[in-house]
């Protein structure tokens, strides 16, 4: 089982710093990036279209604000 955490920092200029833990098959491994305003980043878990879910994801919305992953926890919630 593949699972993520995340946590979104927003910095100046409308940049965001995302951090994710990801731990898979008793893996863990940190990755650290940043977004700029123009590009696309998932509003819950931080993926972006470089740096997508573990196992694979796509955009949900027209907006790319929030990914399948993400949208399939909600409504299953």
Known sequence: MTETRS?????SAG???VLR???ADG?????AYEVSPHEDLCIRC???NIFGCPGGCSWA???HTI???CL???LLS
Do not use: D, F, Y
């Open 61 to 63: 919305n027209a907006s």
């Open 27 to 31: 893996r863990a491994w940190p990755l």
């Open 21 to 23: 833990l990801v731990c």
């Open 72 to 74: 399939e926890k909600e």
């Open 67 to 69: 990914c399948t992953r």
């Open 15 to 17: 940049v965001v710093r």
């Open 46 to 48: 931080g993926c972006t």
């Open 7 to 11: 946590h979104l920092i927003r910095q």
